[in-house]
């Protein structure tokens, strides 16, 4: 068997293979399926400072290879994390990681410093695609200027592993990583959703209440592979490769491409046991191609 950790950060996964943060719920949802200990990682839905409602329905559309989603975050806020929802999931063992989100700077640094105190919590997910309320809704993610603001002043309040999401709604994503590295990620995960719309033609409406939601699935899958490749040739951290992987085949590309590591998004809805079937197709595949260690399907590239 080949030498499947990784290490991104300070945090080593006995594989690269993580769940995407609000596919996955808070892990134990999928836990009668498999023995979701043997992930490399699962990162959680997405926590803010106080509890969010989300979008009016309907918030999600199936669409040709892919849905869309209007979902808006809908959480109870990380003091009911801390309370509710840490004690369920502290003692599995593997890295349990938090997507964190805000409207404002300060909202990501108070999260984010709450988070940062628990023990069993090794690293966050910063969500920049969040809209900026001081700059008229406009994803904190699409501007170098304000992506690297929410890094700099969450990397003040907070110690361990942070992984940047990043939106791949933006003329160069490489500009943004690079950012974004400046001021302290350890990491950097992309793509999350694109932006898309859907029409009923019957009511000449759009379906989603939000009009335009986030695009996912197997169809954004060669615009994230592009992006993962662009951005692994501009920074020096790690670049966690995700978007519309749906097989082994597809997480060796993202590999390939210069990923260290991936994330099960869209296709745990199809398939709950996907992620493990992709573990094993890496294990093959580094076996059949003479890797002793993953890393080095990355290194190669």
């Avoid at 959680?44 to 989603?69: D, F, H, I, Q, W």
């Avoid at 990501?108 to 001081?134: F, M």
Wanted: with cysteine.
């Amino acid at each position: 068997m080949a030498d499947l950790t990784v290490k991104i950060g300070g945090m080593t996964m006995k594989n690269p293979v993580m769940t995407a943060s609000g596919t996955f719920g808070y892990g134990v949802e999928y836990a009668d399926f498999f023995d979701i200990s043997q992930l490399g990682g699962i990162i959680v839905k997405g926590t803010t400072a106080e509890p969010r409602e989300g979008n009016p329905y309907p918030r999600m559309a199936e669409t040709p290879s892919g849905m869309l989603n209007a979902v808006g975050l809908q959480n109870k806020g990380v003091d009911y994390f801390i309370r509710e929802i840490y004690p369920a999931i502290r003692d599995i063992d593997t890295n349990m990681i938090v997507n964190v989100s805000g409207s404002t700077v300060s909202n990501y640094a108070e999260c984010a410093e709450r988070i940062g105190a628990l023990e069993h919590i090794p690293a966050i997910e910063l969500n920049i695609s969040c809209p900026n309320v001081k700059q008229g809704g406009m994803s904190f993610g699409v501007n170098p200027k304000s992506a690297a603001e929410v890094v700099r002043t969450v990397r003040k309040v907070y110690p361990k592993t942070m992984i940047v999401k990043l939106s791949p709604n933006v003329t160069d994503i490489t500009e943004i990583a690079r950012a974004v590295e400046a001021e302290g990620a350890d990491a950097v995960s992309l793509i999350n959703t694109l932006l898309g719309m859907a029409i009923d033609v019957e009511r000449r409406q759009p379906i989603l209440s939000t009009i335009t939601g986030g695009l996912s699935g197997a169809c954004i899958k060669p615009v994230a592979v592009r992006m993962v490749w662009q951005t692994a040739r501009a920074v020096k951290i790690p670049v966690i490769g995700l978007g519309g992987i749906s097989s082994w085949q597809d997480a060796a590309e993202f590999l390939l491409a210069g990923a260290v590591a991936v994330q099960i998004g869209t296709y745990n809805f199809i398939d709950p046991t996907i992620s493990l079937k992709i573990i094993n197709g890496i294990n093959d595949y580094c076996n059949r191609h003479g890797f002793d260690k993953v890393e080095k399907i990355t290194i190669g590239s």
